[in-house]
């Protein structure tokens, strides 16, 4: 009960967390600043004999749609971006929203992998998600994993956005199409690590209501996500003493709300290579990688994670220690498996990556790319020659789904072969999205479902679990901890 103190078993987790953190981080990041566009590197000193770093991030991302949230989807998407119209629910809009929440799966791996560069090996783990509806006609998020993920440094979600049905692809504020994305973004870490925001410490600036503002509902900062926004608009914080600031660097104690650019990827040709999205994507995301670097500079690896670590302890000690020795063996062990939970998280993370980028989902999604940025470059070759009323139609048929504008006798050749690749690409491209969904949809399967084993063991050269689910691992690595604690009595 609040205001209670906290039983002796609570009090013990929390003196355990203490020297797991001690077993677990061996050295914690150096302080620096967000600057913008310039890219810092988290410092990757060695840790100590015997120490590793604990899981720095945690991504999580919507992957999937239901086929019962496809409409309520498409319609909270429209609402939200102010697309072709604020009831825009039928075919084509549900196909936008659908292609849209592809692409953004794509570009939040995309995110691991840019993010990954910058962070030590091992440290992100992946928390997809598939949307679907409650009773309510609301959407939910249902995790692959159906237990709690051990705890990181910060908690990230990154999604991409794209309004269904904008009348033009270049004038339009949402776009996610060709070489144009929109991102978003939302950092937290535990409540106790920034007790006046609850914990949120970035978020993208549609998600949350501007300071002073009267609209939107007050919202635990847990609370705060890509489904909140998309199934309520803009949220305040309900906590009392949250500020929320506007700009582009972080301020302690202070919620950053960061300003929603359309973002132009650099383009060698229409047909790129897997290596040059690549490339491109990293350069106008970077600004994005740099304030998760600088939020985690920013934080104690000892402090920040003892919070998550001593609910997480409750997975494996049911009981108290009784003394000081007893106490430093579950400290022993509970850092063990924190290891063996975070290696073999990472390794999935590793090869869900793999397996998209290499397999039938990143072939299908860099020919979608191709297609939408022909027409992007039809378009952009409509208005370089001032026929910018065609210009904009061409962009409306490319996102509505129209074949190409009818009234050919009043175009001009350049406009009429544009109308034309436009009706065909957008027939294409729509091929191409509902194949990447389900494409997606295998792919994640085999990944979550138990189709690849993992090889993972706390400290080299000891025992080696082999699992392919996280239940499985989980399973094992609570027999492990209850067979060494009973030879340890």
Known sequence: MPGQAPDRFTRCLSLLSLGMIAILAGCSGTSTSFTGNSLETLSDRKPKAGHERPILVELRFP???????????????????????????????????????????????EFYAALSRHLPEGSIILSPYELRTNAQGLLVESHFDKDASPPALLTVEFLTLHAPGAKDVLEAKWVTFGDLITPLIVVRTAPENSPATDGLLAVSEPIIAPAGSARGMRVASDKISFTSYLNYGPAHLAAPRAQVVDGEAPAPGKVLRLPVEKLQMASESDNPSRKALQSAFSEVI???????????????????????????????????????????????????????????????????????????????MRKLLQQEREVLAERRALANQQDLSFAATIGASVLSGVAAYKGENELSSVAQSAATLAGQSYTEAAALSARLAATFRTEFSAIYEGHHEYSVSAVKGEQAFVASTMAELRRKAKTYYDQNQKQAM
Do not use: C, M
């Open 286 to 364: 970077k600004p994005h990688v740099s304030l998760v670097v600088a939020l985690l500079n920013q934080l104690d690896e000892t402090d920040a994670l003892r919070p998550g670590l001593a609910r997480w302890s409750r997975l494996y000690a049911t009981t108290a220690p009784r003394d000081g020795a007893a106490s430093a063996r579950t400290q022993q062990l509970l850092a063990k498996v924190y290891q063996l939970e975070k290696k073999f998280l990472s390794k999935r993370a590793e090869k869900l990556y793999e397996r998209v980028q290499d397999g039938d989902s990143g072939q299908i």
């Open 63 to 109: 992957a999937l749609v239901s086929e019962s949230a496809e409409i309520p989807l498409a319609r909270s998407f429209t609402l939200r971006t102010g697309g072709a119209g604020a009831t825009a629910t039928g075919t084509i809009a549900t196909q936008d929203s659908t292609a849209s929440l592809s692409k953004s799966t794509y570009y939040a791996l």
